[in-house]
């Protein structure tokens, strides 16, 4: 089996050898009614099961939002540490500020804030955490939070639309409420715990983000003009551009479980900043927290029966995100629900 050291070693696609580019789609349809033969929802499906990654432009969202989202992350990961680790993340609440975040058990070098829907979430019983330092920070990133879900809302309805005819059919998973939210991420060029003895997990955290797949249904990610992030396809690291205005889509572990491995969530990573810092906000798109994931069942027959048992996404959720907070030993990943035969 390739251990996490092998693939992270593998090397980048370099530009004519590439066999994949991550397609850029034009999804102004998508704000009608949303169905089968729609140009977007097959160039979608096409994307899901060949790299899982793909841009969309036209997506509704507008560049006067996207730029105050910028200009309170780049505000608050600006402020003094003592001032960011007053929303400092524990481990029964995971929402707020996080500074030693660890993917498969390797620490990342990156600051994140975390928060998801409003009042109490239905995973953990907790409520977000806000800074005080601006009025505006909460309400900005409370309403880029709900344009997020409804973008993915169409873009889950695209994907629904290809695999199962019916756009609707995924809605009731993520009904009464999405799990889901939004990570701001900050990757700086100087590692935040340099020379800190008082944090564990000090090893060496030589990737921005180790690699990993996203656990929810989708992802859709703002990035701002430093590159870093990439896929892997077939042996090889394939860069994700930055392309100014646009949003970057990937499918997660729920969506390769629901297609029953039609479509894939891809791994990713993202490289560590050497020169330039880097942001990157992420909406994380998840089912409601008692929904039960398995394979559909238009997409199980007797020559392709179900690849998964069936997954309770709360506790699946949860022990990720333990995971992540703490080595408490392997994360989970679908791979263990997966049927053997
Ligand atoms: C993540 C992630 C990519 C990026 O936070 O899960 O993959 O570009 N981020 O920051
Ligand atoms: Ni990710």
């Excluded at 524990?90 to 030693?100: H, K, S, V």
């Excluded at 205005?245 to 491995?261: R, Y």
Aim: aromatic share 10%; proline share 6%; net charge negative.
């Amino acid at each position: 089996m390739e251990t996490n050291a092998d693939l992270d070693s593998r090397p980048s696609a370099i530009g004519s050898r590439a066999i994949h580019t991550v397609p850029v789609i034009d999804i102004s349809e998508l704000a009608g009614e949303i169905h089968r033969d729609l140009a977007s929802v097959q160039q979608i499906a096409d994307a899901c099961r060949k790299l899982g990654f793909f841009q969309v432009i036209n997506h509704g969202v507008h560049n006067d939002v996207f730029e105050q989202v910028w200009e309170q992350t780049r505000a608050f990961f600006a402020l003094p540490a003592e001032q960011k680790e007053k929303v400092l993340r524990t481990g029964e609440n995971p929402w707020g500020y996080y500074n030693n975040e660890l993917t498969k058990n390797q620490r990342d070098k990156k600051e994140v804030f975390d928060y998801t829907t409003d009042g109490v979430d239905a995973v953990y019983g907790a409520e977000n955490r806000w800074p005080d330092f601006d009025q505006r920070f909460r309400p900005t990133l409370e309403s880029y939070r709900d344009e997020c879900a409804s973008l993915s809302l169409r873009l889950l309805q695209a994907m629904s639309a290809a695999l199962v005819l019916d756009p609707q059919f995924l809605n009731p998973l993520f009904d009464p409420e999405h799990t889901g939210f939004v990570r701001l991420n900050y990757y700086p060029v100087e590692d935040p715990l340099e020379g800190r003895d008082d944090v564990a997990h000090l090893d060496v955290a030589d990737l921005g983000i180790h690699h990993h797949a996203d656990a929810g249904a989708l992802t859709v990610l703002l990035q701002d003009s430093v590159a870093g992030l990439q896929v892997f396809n077939s042996g090889l690291w394939y860069d994700v551009p930055p392309i100014a205005g646009a949003l970057v889509i990937n499918t997660g572990d729920m969506m390769q479980v629901w297609s029953n491995d039609h479509y894939r969530a891809p791994i990713h990573r993202v490289l560590a900043m050497e020169a330039t810092e880097r942001y990157s906000i992420p909406f994380f798109f998840n089912p409601s927290a008692d929904a039960t994931i398995r394979p559909l069942p238009a997409m199980v027959s007797a020559d392709r029966p179900a690849r998964y048992r069936p997954i309770e996404w709360k506790d699946f959720r949860s022990r990720r995100t333990d995971g992540d907070y703490a080595d408490y030993g392997p994360e989970v990943q679908i791979a263990q629900f997966r049927i053997v035969d």
